[in-house]
T-cell receptor, first 114, second 111 residues
Framework: AQSVTQPDIHITVSEGASLELRCNYS??????LFWYVQSPGQGLQLLLK??????LVQGIKGFEAEFKRSQSSFNLRKPSVHWSDAAEYFC????????????FGQGTILTVHP | DTAVSQTPKYLVTQMGNDKSIKCEQN?????MYWYKQDSKKFLKIMFS???????INETVPNRFSPKSPDKAHLNLHINSLELGDSAVYFC??????????FGEGSRLTVL
């Protein structure tokens, strides 16, 4: 069965500091990996996705993520955090069909201090 | 125009009542989903439809009945509501693998 673990429930960073959110997955085949962001009172928005190829993927809002098969990880990074990045971030793993289910992690809440 | 819209955004109701949530997407996607987000923010798939056909039906009580009258609509009806049904229910649609577009959610509170 597929599963996703986000070890950090809550992370606080200062504005301008770098950010790394951790994600570990368990999946029987080649995983399709995703990061979504949820602002308060909103639905989730896709930040980036990894299917194959270059293990460093770029997303929207200046985010990037690196797939490391040996560590079963897909960590999200941003070099310099902005106050508007405060939100909850969800890592997800899914199959290679357009209608297959995504399994989400528990989410990591990001707080940004001025 | 909102891409995925759900109504209502908030429902407060008594145990034992029946309620429905409606979802419409104007993106032309073939696949639509219902996800449930519990109080701990854990997001779990309930159902998915592809071209009006039920594809995924997770272990959900049969008090929950989805209906897809056409490709652009997916409604969720819940019978005999229980306290544990309190959650935020998200509708989503997709065309590409894993690229889900979510609605803003419908917060259901059962008293």
């Amino acid at each position: 069965a597929q599963s996703v673990t986000q070890p950090d429930i809550h992370i606080t960073v200062s504005e301008g500091a770098s950010l790394e959110l951790r994600c570990n997955y368990s999946y029987g085949a080649t995983p399709y990996l995703f990061w979504y962001v949820q602002s308060p009172g909103q639905g989730l928005q896709l930040l980036l996705k990894y299917f194959s190829g270059d293990t460093l993927v770029q997303g929207i809002k200046g985010f990037e993520a690196e797939f490391k098969r040996s560590q079963s990880s897909f960590n999200l990074r941003k070099p310099s955090v902005h106050w508007s990045d405060a939100a909850e971030y969800f890592c997800a793993v899914g199959p290679d069909t357009s209608y297959g289910k995504l399994t989400f992690g528990q989410g990591t809440i990001l707080t940004v201090h001025p | 125009d909102t891409a995925v819209s759900q109504t209502p955004k908030y429902l407060v109701t008594q145990m034992g009542n029946d309620k429905s949530i409606k979802c419409e997407q104007n993106l032309g996607h073939d696949t639509m989903y219902w996800y449930k987000q519990d109080s701990k923010k854990f997001l779990k798939i309930m159902f998915s439809y592809n071209n009006k056909e039920l594809i995924i039906n997770e272990t959900v009580p049969n008090r929950f009945s989805p209906k897809s009258p056409d490709k652009a609509h997916l409604n969720l009806h819940i019978n005999s509501l229980e306290l544990g049904d309190s959650a935020v229910y998200f509708c989503a649609s997709s065309q590409e693998v894993g690229e889900l577009f979510f609605g803003e959610g419908s917060r259901l509170t059962v008293l």
